[in-house]
């Protein structure tokens, strides 16, 4: 007996040594660092998490869809650069007309119009300001990814965290069941007590396989986002904690958010189109030359018998009837008046989730501080108890329900981790 109590006591002085040691992680704790890698862990396993958001955007199919998709914005720019189809007609006389220097056989013409000074650069620029829209939208889908992962990795840490904490329960369920068992033979505990221990392994070790169902569930979840096979080990860090204090961010960061400069590139854009359209709406410019061979005449001999016409040619386009670009000009002023309005929105709709995810992640650390001060509580009164072993008064009724206790504040200060951790993931996302 006195060997089981020597154990108990190992127990939870190791606790409390544990407990030291997370206290003083806490106070060491580089914030800085622990932001520019998305608030993933404590020392180096803190960059586990940034290659696998590294890979992620390198393997992932829907990112490589929006740099396809930038390609060919940025490809479009060379499309930009171009001119008319040349013209060229060729016709033959059926009845050749009788000119002085003889008769007119064929007419062959060519002819290129030419778009009016500024044209073409107006519409690469168009073409750039759609590809720079294109190249926020990569941008954006990377952000949406790195969350995404990132807040996975945050439920598998938790899973693990608590198959961790069901192990280290179980464990000292069976050196209470010995305890008990050691009890039975001295009168001091009934059979049933034992039985009782025995109900709450069995309960644990079903929490902790159903948590493992969870996990590969997860796991897979987290590989299709990396693109890769759905049953490849994921590997997460054994234990994070909160910091003792957070950066305070205001309003004014999100103007730094990718999903905002969208507009602001849609707008610009917009106004590259308009300025495309004035340009479009001024005269294009034609050059040409007519070739006509002349054959000779017979009946009469002089210098000029015979010679072909070359007439050079220039020609005007003038759109005289310019309804379609007013109404484009128009169009283009709509459009950026619902491009402003759509950002007002989106604004609003970002403070939002910016307010929330901050208050919840403050909700995080009230739950993590509170549980935290509730376990060492609850650690003091199981010491009690076990002490209370020597007089021979131990209640393992008292014993199971302190245990389960414990067991509750363990696991909610584990969701009270996770809970931080997402919450700041999204802050991230939101103003970096």
Known sequence: MKKLKYILVFLFVSAEVHTERRRSAKA???????????????????????????????????????????????????????????????????????????????????????P?????????????????????????????????????YYRLYAIRAKQAVLDENIQLLETYERLALTSVEVGKASAVDVLRLQIRQNELQQQKEVLEEEFTAEQTAFNNLLNRESMMTVIVVPEMEIPQEAPFYDNQALSLNPELLKYDKLYE???????????????????????????????????????????????????????????????????????????EQRLNVLESAFAKAQSQRNQARIAYNTQERNLKQAQDAEEILVKNYETGTIDFNDVLDIQELQLKFQMNQIESVKGYYVQSAIINYLIN
Do not use: C
Request: avoid cysteine; aromatic fraction near 8%; proline fraction near 4%.
């Open 116 to 152: 009016w000074f500024g044209t073409i650069t107006a519409r690469e620029n168009y073409a750039i300001a759609m590809a720079d829209a294109e190249y926020v939208d990569i941008t954006i889908a990377k952000r949406k990814l790195a969350l995404s992962v990132a807040q996975s």
């Open 28 to 114: 060491h704790l580089n914030v800085f660092v622990f932001l520019a890698l998305l608030l993933v862990g404590i020392g180096g396993q803190a960059q586990q998490l940034q290659t696998y958001i590294q890979e992620a955007e390198a393997n992932n199919p829907e990112i490589q869809a929006f740099e396809l998709r930038y390609s060919i914005a940025e490809e479009k720019v060379n499309e930009a650069n171009w001119i008319p189809n040349t013209e060229v007609s060729a016709g033959y006389f059926v009845s050749e007309p009788e000119t002085r220097v003889g008769a007119q056989r064929a007419r062959i013409g060519v002819k290129q119009m030419l």
């Open 269 to 343: 854009s917009v106004a590259q189109s308009e300025l495309l359209n004035q340009r479009e709406n001024l005269p294009m410019i034609g050059f040409g030359v007519d070739y006509l061979p002349v054959t000779e005449r017979s009946d009469v001999n002089f210098s000029d018998n015979g010679k072909d016409v070359l007439m050079p040619m220039v020609s005007v386009s003038i759109p005289i009837f310019n309804n379609r670009y007013k109404s484009i000009s128009r169009q283009n002023e709509l459009r950026q008046q619902e491009i402003e309005t759509q950002r």
